[in-house]
T-cell receptor
Framework: DAMVIQNPRYQVTQFGKPVTLSCSQT?????MYWYQQKSSQAPKLLFH???????NEADTPDNFQSRRPNTSFCFLDIRSPGLGDAAMYLC?????????????FGPGTRLTVL | AQSVTQLGSHVSVSEGALVLLRCNYS??????LFWYVQYPNQGLQLLLK??????LVKGINGFEAEFKKSETSFHLTKPSAHMSDAAEYFC???????????FGQGTRLTINP
């Protein structure tokens, strides 16, 4: 089945130690998104790629970076994680030719910062 | 600017009872509207979406929602709750052609035996 895959599902890192989260998709969608979701809150969009074009949200901290080496993969890099960065990180994809663009979400990576 | 308001951060119903989760939106242009469900420690799964076709939209797991322009609402209903419906539900809005979703704050649905 076509899907959005996130690895790892659970990630533990130390305060200030860089961490990379991975997302891959078999849907061949041209748009990929990264969201941060803290407990009992709605997902918050960090950035998205429209094809190779990177679109950063205005309030996304510089500590968060992203790479999209090809259509299928997208990475979220947190350069110096702080305790406040502990959250669920969700990857999503969409195809811009759809009417009523639907985003398809991966299972998420839960990040713990010690 | 678009926005979504979900009335009630927590809704509790008995198994077999009607489920009603409320969502009101604000949009200056005809919107696309979505309901997503999130089970614990999982991603979001699309329940249904409104894309300016039929105003009554049927989704998965027996859920449906009705778009009411006059009330700027898109409430989610299910006639008979099941224990497996316990989850967090998010309403979201986007402009036609927009790449981004605006989410409501979510409603946690609890089902009582």
């Amino acid at each position: 089945d076509a899907m959005v895959i996130q690895n790892p599902r659970y990630q533990v890192t130390q305060f200030g130690k860089p961490v990379t989260l991975s997302c891959s998709q078999t849907l061949n969608h041209n748009v990929m998104y990264w969201y941060q979701q803290k407990s009992s809150q709605a997902p918050k969009l960090l950035f998205h790629y429209y094809d190779k074009d990177f679109n950063n949200e205005a309030d996304t901290p510089d500590n968060f970076q992203s790479r999209r080496p090809n259509t299928s993969f997208c990475f979220l890099d947190i350069r110096s994680p702080g305790l406040g960065d502990a959250a669920m990180y969700l990857c999503a994809t969409s195809r811009d030719s759809q009417r009523g663009i639907t985003q398809y979400f991966g299972p998420g990576t839960r990040l713990t910062v010690l | 600017a678009q926005s979504v308001t979900q009335l009630g951060s927590h809704v509790s119903v008995s198994e077999g009872a009607l489920v009603l989760l409320r969502c009101n939106y604000s949009s200056s242009v005809p919107p696309y509207l979505f309901w997503y469900v999130q089970y614990p420690n999982q991603g979001l799964q699309l329940l249904l979406k409104y894309t300016s076709a039929a105003t009554l939209v049927k989704g998965i797991n027996g859920f449906e929602a009705e778009f009411k322009k006059s009330e700027t609402s898109f409430h989610l209903t299910k006639p008979s709750a099941h224990m497996s419906d316990a989850a967090e539900y998010f309403c979201a809005v986007s402009d036609q052609g927009a790449q981004k979703l605006v989410f409501g704050q979510g409603t946690r649905l609890t089902i009582n035996p």
